[in-house]
């Protein structure tokens, strides 16, 4: 096993720089905690371990603070000396946040890392560690941050059997043969990774609870929990369970689980007693009720509201909370049904019941109103509830942006979703003011993403999938950060601090999603995938089935209308000036164009081409562009270790067959209904 590929981002290199590393060595003499807690332990033993690593420096742990040289960590309750770092300063730290200060002089080199919480001083010390190894200088530091988002989640779709829902790298790392993995080892290293970038909350089972999952809330599989929970904790990450919303049933002796049945209701009481006897700090619950044929409160006549209030009810005395997704929608559709439109219903079912929900249940909302594409608009719930706790779910596992097969850096996608202004409250209501709570002052808020690791040893497959998993946790601790500037934190950490290396992995990460769309599907219009795993094309794959995602493609045009004139009216969900926007064929933004309009082919974009010759030229180009991204990554052969470079070299020219695949089936299925021919006459099967 190669270390490489394994530590990822924490790769903790002895630093090369011999003039930097006597720099900084001045600061590594002893370190000081002010007191002790598991996370304080947590943050010493990571700090000793990597310094030793880069530097050779064991820092040796002292009861006194550093006279002239080292290291102080504390928490800022127990922080006095304010001439260092103010009291209105340590006053300003939010939950999480922390302060680094150095205090640099011909004599004295000492740093401070002052946390809010014994948290907070753990990411401090992830921090510095993020400083030596980019090699910033520690003379003048005088950093103080606060996380914009309170819930920072990672979802983990892993089954009991050790499959994973979506997972592209191999199996679960928690669990097999229906069992919590002995491999506590690889969980570790996991929150490690997690805790580095900020990540404080994890639910550890697939959304969809079967049979066996089922049973994680019973004294069988409990003390089991009860010990993952315990490696979390040390790293300031909170454990949560998917549950299944018949566990009344499944679990009990009830008949039923309706959420007004007051035996119901005391049998969710009882299971949240049990379960915080095993875990005293639990999260809570992550439901996925009424959606996909999981069960839910419509069984019973009930609303979501009441579904997950019985859930709130029962967790509340211990500070839990329910995670209820909004992922619900009419999976049995006919395609000939105009009417129905998935896009419309996370919007339609949940925006009545705003204000009726317990205060410590928070709503889910995917990024986009269908699932996960390329390239969807703002899901039009985000801001839409005013008086209900939301949080936004991200996808970081691949599932419909190549599989971690084919390249594709999310963080720009996720940006233009933060960004997006949604006009809830007036000009500047952007999705991250929202979700960070600010808006509205929710109770509970933040950002959930779906986990791209797997048991491979590189954790996501493609090595480069790594970059996502980090600018995940650094985006939405800090959404002002710039998606290039996330790359190459992220590749110097990974890959060394080789400005040729950094130069080149940057550009290709940055042009990854567009490209993925290029060669994918066409404006907006998502899916054309194979039904199933979802991987390469298929136009009509999902075009008669009952899921609800169409493209409507004859031999006229193409694309769903969704103005409220004339097609399903899904745009009036969002504020005014967007609805307007998105309801103008002229002013809706092109690239969603087919995710609002129905055109014909030979409709004219701003650029002066048509949407067939569009199609065809980005076609063209995608599959272009893989080769590109195949001759850059040739010229890193001897700049980065082997293994690596062959991972992502085997996964690109998967990416290029992929890609060509794509090409000629979209170039031909386009060519046979419009009966339009390519105006550069390429080849066209
Ligand atoms: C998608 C995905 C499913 C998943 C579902 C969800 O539909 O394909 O595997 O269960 O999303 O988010 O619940």
Redesign the pocket.
């Known amino acids: 096993i190669s270390n490489n590929s394994y530590a990822c981002w924490l790769q903790y290199k002895k630093i090369a720089n011999v003039a930097y590393e006597k720099k900084v060595k001045l600061f590594l003499e002893t370190v000081v905690a002010a007191e002790s807690s598991t996370v304080m332990e947590t943050a010493l033993e990571e700090l000793q371990a990597a310094v030793s690593k880069m530097t050779g420096v064991h820092l040796e742990k002292s009861a006194e603070p550093p006279a002239n040289h080292g290291i102080v960590l504390s928490t800022a309750a127990h922080f006095h000396q304010e001439e260092i770092i103010g009291r209105h300063v340590l006053a300003g730290l939010g939950a999480d946040g922390y302060v680094i200060r150095s205090l640099a002089t011909d004599r004295k080199k000492l740093l401070y890392l002052v946390g809010k919480t014994d948290k907070g001083v753990l990411y401090a010390v992830f921090h510095l560690l993020r400083l030596l190894q980019t090699e910033q200088p520690l003379e003048q530091v005088n950093i103080v941050e606060n996380p914009r988002n309170p819930l920072r989640m990672i979802n983990q779709w892993d089954n009991l059997d050790g499959t994973i829902?979506?997972g592209y790298a191999g199996k679960s790392i928690f669990f097999e043969n229906n069992k919590i993995t002995a491999n506590i080892t690889r969980i570790k290293d996991y929150a490690r990774l997690l805790s580095s970038v900020g990540i404080n909350a994890i639910s550890i089972n697939n959304?969809?609870v079967f049979e066996a999952a089922t049973k994680l809330i019973t004294k069988q599989l409990l003390p089991d929990v009860a010990a993952v929970a315990d490696i979390f904790r040390a790293y300031g990450i909170t454990l949560f369970l998917s549950i299944n919303y018949a566990s009344p049933i499944q679990l009990g002796t009830l008949p039923t689980a309706d959420p007004l049945d007051e035996r119901v209701q005391q049998w969710w009481k009882e299971k949240a007693s049990e379960i915080y006897r095993y875990i005293p700090d639990f999260g809570g619950f992550l439901v996925?009720a009424d959606?996909?044929h999981r069960p839910g409160p419509f069984t019973y006549g009930r609303d979501h509201a009441e579904g997950a209030n019985v859930l709130a009810e029962a967790l509340k005395p211990y500070g839990g909370v329910v995670i209820w997704r909004c992922?619900v929608y009419n999976c049995l559709q006919d395609w000939r049904d105009r009417s129905t439109d998935r896009a419309k219903a996370a919007y339609d079912n949940f925006k009545p019941l705003d204000g009726e929900f317990l205060d410590n249940v928070i709503l889910q909302v995917k990024n986009g109103p269908m699932?996960f594409q390329v390239r969807e608009p703002v899901s039009p719930l985000l801001g839409a509830m005013k008086q209900t706790n939301q949080v936004l779910e991200f996808q970081i596992a691949q599932?419909y942006t190549g599989q971690q097969i084919d390249l594709c850096y999310l963080v720009p996608q996720w940006k233009e979703v933060l960004d997006f202004d949604t006009y809830a409250k007036g000009e500047g209501t952007t999705v991250k003011s929202i979700v960070s709570g600010s808006v509205y002052g929710f109770s509970h808020s933040g950002i959930a993403a779906v986990s791209n690791i797997g048991n491979d040893v590189n954790w996501t497959g493609n090595t480069l999938a790594q970059a996502n998993l980090y600018g995940y946790g650094r985006l939405i601790w800090n959404p002002e950060l710039a998606a290039e500037e996330i790359a190459e934190e992220w590749i110097v950490s990974t890959f060394g601090n080789e400005p040729l290396v950094t130069a080149m992995i940057r550009e290709m990460l940055m042009e990854s999603w567009s490209i993925y769309e290029n060669y994918t599907a066409p404006l907006g219009i998502g899916w054309m995938v194979n039904p199933g795993h979802h991987y390469g094309p298929n136009v009509d794959g999902y075009e008669y089935a009952v899921w609800g995602t169409y493209h409507f493609a004859d031999c006229h045009g193409i694309g769903v209308d969704r103005t409220t004139g004339s097609g399903t009216g899904y745009v009036s969900q969002y504020f005014s000036p967007n609805k307007e926007m998105y309801e103008s064929l002229e002013n809706c933004p092109e690239e969603l164009l087919l995710f609002f309009h129905h055109v014909p082919y030979t409709h004219t974009l701003k650029s002066g081409e048509t949407v067939i010759q569009h199609i065809y030229n980005t076609h063209f180009k995608g599959a272009a562009q893989v080769a590109w991204l195949i001759d850059k990554w040739r010229e890193l052969e001897g700049k980065i270790d082997q293994e690596r470079y062959e991972n992502v070299l085997d996964r690109l020219q998967r990416q290029l067959k992929n890609a060509v695949e794509w090409r000629d089936i979209i170039n031909t299925y386009f060519y046979r209904k419009s009966g339009i021919a390519d105006e550069q006459n390429r080849t066209i099967y």
């Open positions: 829902e979506r959304v969809n996925k959606s996909e992922f699932d599932e």
